[in-house]
Every structure is written in structure tokens, then in C-alpha cells.
């Protein structure tokens, strides 16, 4: 995994004359085992770097990067989850999806490089003693329920238990960490959600934020543990219980620390709380205040840019999203003069438990929007498509889907809708 794949043009790695191909073994004298390892030690000022057998003699600046390219960005394989989540999403995929679908991760490296959620039931005492080493801060941490009992349970693993204490020692080394809930209906809801939330804040202020998610449920439960999704009236309990944590944070540590998942509002028609109460936006990649932040930044866009064009847009978007989006696109429509027609896509293929639109496939859009008037063009969400890729979850691409629909298909983020618009035509 220490493959080096590139040395950068005039870089420090270059002028030493270290070569693309060779293999980083150590830095002066230590292993090098991943990414860590590897940013850790080059912060020396000499460094004797051995790759494949030759040693190569580096001076340098502290903080000034060797300039090589790995074939793994973690230059070690990502650590699979040790754990049998109750509502893992991963446990209720249809069989033959794309095999990197199914990859369990659980690595406290990638929370800190990605933003992935860990439960740090694969870590040892070594592990967390590495992150304070390495001072990987903020670690977002997957807690569920701070009942060691409860929380051995739902993620079928004895080392679940030691979670409260895992969280003082990095808390305790001044790591800084996010929390997220994920709650299932009957298990960590009701007066366990508020023993959670009552412990969790105890960890203020390294502990920045907790989110509280529903589980996602597909119609591919079979063999798993019951669960079932909440209720209107449920939803709205749950809110109720979080904003009333929110005002009391708010009063106490000047932060309102916990957020609700934006289908708790829409699955209970709750308003959307305004813009300033997300704060800084913690907990948005977990779909808190996605919404607000959609509504935000395309206001903001059109606001800067709004070309005369008279064009018809058809936008397609998830369940959960639909009445805010059509909202927000009509007051655009009103203030600027363009035509968009917005299409709810239910989730055929997961089920209609699942309403975001990042999991629609391309087959479900085709069989909703075929023989409809597009208009101009077809509008997505840009989330629909695997990163970096014009390929949607079930493999059809943009092109397929264009094909089909006897339209032009894109795939925008919000900030960019003006200028396809300027574009089309
Ligand atoms: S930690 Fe739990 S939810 Fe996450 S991948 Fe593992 S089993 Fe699934």
C-alpha cells in the first residue's frame, strides 16, 4: 500500500531523487504503517527516508510536504466494521449491487479524513493513544445509545460497552468529537434518547454537536430484526423533545448542541426551523439542514445571476424533499421568470420508507418521468451521482437517462443551476 504512484514535479521527493514505483518503507528509522505514520513523521526537519533499499538524506522546512503520491490514500486498507448494526443500511441492499456497496467501514482515519462516522468497537487503547498521538480532531463518533447494555444490543458487540469511556479519554486528551443517533423506533427512543443527550452534552465543549437521524429502512429486511419506521405523531414528539434540549443548551452553553435529521420536520409536517438555528452547520452530511442550506444557496445564486432565458425545467427530486422544493422553485419562478416543473420520484427500488433523493436510481426516475413533458431539460440533485462519476446508484448514467427521456439530463449543485441555466439553448 506504501506504493509510491507519483512524485510531484519539483518537489522536495523529486530532487532527492526518489522515483514513481518504489516502495516507502520508513522515515528515520520508524515503520511507516499508513497516512498518519507518514504525515507525522515527515515533520521533522531531517529526514533519512528509505524507499525499496536505498536511503535517501532530506533536509527541509517542517511543514513542507515530500511531494509523493500513494496508491491508497490511507496507504493501508480502510478497517471493516466489527459490528452487526440492527438497522445497518448495508445489511438491507438488495444482492448484486456493486461489490464496494457492501464494504462495511469502520475507521477512525476515515472520520477524520472523511468525515465518517465511527463507533470505535474495532479499537484498542493502542488506536485511541494514535489519534491523540496524531491529534486526529474532530473523530465523529456513531453512538446510538449511551446504555452499555442497550448499545451491546443494537450493535451486536460486546466491545460496544465502553463507549462513555472511549469518549473521555480523546474528550479528555482534547480531541474534538461530533455524536450522531441513529434512532429505531421502540429501541433507543423515548427515555433512552434522553439519557443519551443528557450524557453526551456532559462532554461539551470537545464535544461540538450530536445529530439524531431516523434508521433508513428498505424493503429488503428480511432475516433482520424488526423495526419499523416512526409515526407523523412520533416525529413530532421527537422534534418536540429536541427543541426543548435546544432552548435549555442554548441558555446554558450558548449552543443548541443537538440536531434533528430534516425528515423528522417533513415526515411530521413540522415548519423547518430558520437558517440561524442550524449555527455553523455541524451536522449537515448527515442531513441536518440540508434543506435550509439548499434553499440558502439557491436564493443566493439567483440572487447574483439570473439570465433572461424563457426555457421550461423539469427538476426531480426525493419524497422528503418535494414540498419545500417545489416551494422554493415557485417563489424563483415568481421572482424571475423562469418555468420549472417538479417531480416527486418514489423510491420503487429501496421502498417508500426510503425518500432522499441521494438513493434514487436511474431506473426509478426513467419509470416516473417517462412520456411526462421535460421541457428543456431534466434537472438532478448533484448528490444522485457517485462522487466524481456521471453514473447514478444502480450503474445507468446521465447519458442512458437523457436517452431515454428524449431530454438533455444534468446532475447541478445549486449554486450552479444559474449558470446552466444561462447555458441551455
Ligand atoms: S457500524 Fe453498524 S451500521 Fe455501520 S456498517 Fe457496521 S454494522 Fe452497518
Known sequence: MNIITEVEKNSIAERAGIHAGETLVSINGEEVADIFDYRFLCQDEQLSVRVGGNLYEIEKDPFDDLGLVFESGLMDSARHCANKCVFCFVDQLPKNMRETLYFKDDDARLSFLSGNYVTMTNMSDNDLARIVKYRLSPINISVHTTDPELRVQMLKNPKAARILEQIQTLVGACISVNFQIVLCRGINDGENLDRTIQELVKFRPKAQSLSVVPSGLTKFRENLHPLSGF?????????????????????????????????????????????????????????????????????????????????????????????????????????????????????????????????????????????????????????????????????????????????????????????????LK
Request: proline share 4%; hydrophobic share 35%.
Open 231 to 423: 409515526t407523523e405523531k412520533e416525529c413530532a414528539e421527537i422534534l418536540e423533545k429536541i427543541h426543548a434540549y435546544q432552548e435549555k443548551f442554548l441558555n446554558e452553553y450558548g449552543t443548541r448542541f443537538v440536531y434533528a435529521a430534516d425528515e423528522f420536520y417533513v415526515k411530521s409536517g413540522t415548519p423547518l426551523p430558520p437558517f440561524e438555528s442550524y449555527e455553523d452547520f455541524p451536522q449537515i452530511e448527515n442531513g441536518v439542514g440540508m434543506l435550509r442550506d439548499t434553499e440558502d444557496v439557491l436564493l443566493d445564486a439567483f440572487s447574483r445571476k439570473h439570465p433572461k432565458n424563457n426555457r421550461t425545467l423539469a427538476i426531480a427530486t426525493g419524497v422528503c424533499a418535494y414540498s419545500f422544493i417545489s416551494g422554493l422553485f415557485s417563489e424563483i419562478s415568481g421572482k424571475y421568470g423562469y418555468n420549472f416543473n417538479i417531480y416527486k420520484i418514489e423510491n420503487d427500488f429501496f421502498g417508500k420508507e426510503i425518500t432522499v433523493s441521494g438513493l434514487l436510481t436511474g431506473r426509478g426516475i426513467i419509470e416516473t418521468l417517462h412520456g411526462k413533458k421535460l421541457g428543456d431539460a431534466l434537472i438532478l440533485p448533484k448528490n444522485i451521482l457517485r462522487r466524481d462519476t456521471e453514473t447514478l446508484l444502480d450503474g445507468l448514467t446521465l447519458t442512458d437517462l437523457s436517452a431515454r427521456l428524449g431530454c438533455p439530463v444534468h446532475a447541478v449543485s445549486e449554486a450552479d443551476l444559474p449558470k446552466l441555466i444561462g447555458a
